[in-house]
């Protein structure tokens, strides 16, 4: 089989590449069958059903779906400042191995991306490090700090889509209601980390059953719906683009699903962990099931895939919160929360929700590229000619056990190890560079084989 460099020298030297007899997803352009897409210069230059032409390299793709770069838009890549956990480079290089092209990261870094020249530091890195489009989400208040806003139009500027002050909510209603005011002004869509302060401090865990048999402190689904029906109310007040985070709560989607039905201008996510694991997993004790919002009730887990389903929450977002071994191994009550999920959200999606729930090939794609594109305004969230290729090449069916150790992220706090997952990422093209292959045929012209001999 072709090693990864080799297929990256013979994609990088092909002025032609033919992408042969793959099934393509398009959602947004209403595409469900085989086709083939011809490259020029990483450029799409033809879809048909099938094209004759030669190319320097011809990939064969039969059996496999292609998409549209898949795209997450909440991860945490901890630089600057936590670096030993991950980095732009190990993050964006995690992105391309699990499918994904384009990522979105969160401003709770140290210091916290909160000014054009922290988001600059951030777009540099990532051009240098290049396996995945990196597009920082700045914090909407200095510092995070959830008092004074933060340069705006100035962020807008420098390339920024979204504000948010993830890793905590911004406390003060009248300070939410300014920035949802003030990034109107800029176009900018305002993530909401939805909890409130006041009643989840010092829970580790969901507040139910499990909690109380296992004697540790809870948090209540009211810390996260309280904060959802406040911020709806202020985005209807305003007017703002407001997209909520990682909802992990039946009373929460309850609510999205409510405002939507009103008109107000929200969307929402939830991610990987919350389809596929629940409280229950706390009575291990062991700290990798910690995270915030926690894992939560089995009711909670069905009223999310319901959510999904009927398209009260948009998309998929990994949440992607690399910590070091140093720090994950601690008892539970010291660890931080936290999971890592960009190399297995697409395995996670495609055994939950199409071979577990029923949902098609059509609705992944939709919420693990589409949606998430027409969210943040990444432009084109289809596969479109005469663009740079962005696209997501998997085998649904394929079996593969979990295995951290071989993850291309710096961090292993992972779930899922030793999960047996059908759904797996093949092939990612991003902006028409090769940036990950595995497993996929390679066959180059003789032209190309003497041009890079
Ligand atoms: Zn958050």
């Not at 085989?34 to 004759?52: K, M, N, S, V």
Request: glycine share 10%.
């Amino acid at each position: 089989m072709t090693s990864f460099a080799e297929a990256q020298r013979w994609w990088g030297a092909a002025e032609t590449i033919l992408l042969r007899g793959g099934h393509l997803i398009d959602p947004a352009a209403g595409i469900d069958e085989p086709q083939d897409i011809f490259l020029r210069r990483g450029h799409i230059e033809a879809i048909a059903g099938r094209i004759g032409r030669d190319a320097d390299l011809r990939v064969e793709l039969e059996g496999l779906c292609i998409a549209p770069g898949f795209g997450d838009i909440h991860v945490h890549l901890r630089e600057p400042g936590g670096e030993d956990a991950e980095t732009i480079e190990s993050g964006s290089a995690a992105a391309a191995r699990g499918g994904f092209t384009r990522i979105a990261c969160m401003p709770n870094t140290e210091p916290p991306i909160d000014t054009r020249g922290l988001v600059e530091f951030v777009l540099r890195r990532a051009q240098s490090a290049g396996a995945a489009e990196v597009f920082p989400v700045a914090a909407s208040t200095k510092r995070r700090a959830g008092d004074e806003l933060t340069e705006m139009q100035e962020l807008r500027e420098a390339g920024v889509l979204a504000v948010s002050d993830d890793g905590s909510p911004v406390r003060d209603a009248r300070v939410m209601r300014r920035v949802l005011e003030y990034a109107l002004t800029w176009d900018l869509l305002v993530i909401s980390h939805a909890e409130e302060p006041s009643l989840s401090a010092g829970g580790v865990m969901h507040e139910g059953y499990w909690s109380t048999v296992l004697g540790l402190e809870g948090i209540p689904a009211a810390a996260e719906s309280v904060a959802i029906a406040r911020d709806l109310r202020l985005a209807e007040l305003t007017g703002g683009r407001l997209h909520i985070a990682h909802v992990s709560t039946h009373e929460g989607v309850e609510l999205i699903r409510g405002a939507k039905e009103r008109g107000v201008a929200v969307t929402a996510e939830t991610a990987p962990h919350y389809l596929a694991l629940t409280d229950e997993s706390l009575r291990t004790f062991d700290s990798v099931y910690r995270v915030n919002p926690p894992l939560r009730s089995a009711a909670d887990r069905e009223a999310l895939i319901a959510g999904l389903r009927d398209g009260t929450l948009d998309c998929i977002a990994s949440d992607h919160a690399p910590h070091t071994d140093v720090a994950k191994d601690q008892e539970l009550e010291a660890a931080p929360p936290g999971m890592i999920g960009m190399e297995t959200t697409l395995g996670v999606v495609c055994e939950i929700l199409h071979h577990r729930e029923g949902f098609s090939l059509r609705d992944l794609v939709r919420l693990c590229a589409t949606r998430p594109a027409e969210i943040i305004g990444w432009d084109p969230g289809r596969v479109r000619m005469g663009g740079a290729a962005h696209l997501t090449v998997f085998a649904p069916d394929q079996e593969w056990e979990v295995d951290p150790s071989a993850f291309a992220s710096r961090a292993r706090n992972c779930p899922f190890r030793t999960w047996r997952l059908r759904g797996r990422s093949r092939l990612t093209v991003c902006g028409g560079r090769l940036t990950h292959q595995e497993d996929v045929e390679f066959c180059p012209s003789e032209r190309l084989l003497t041009q890079t001999a």
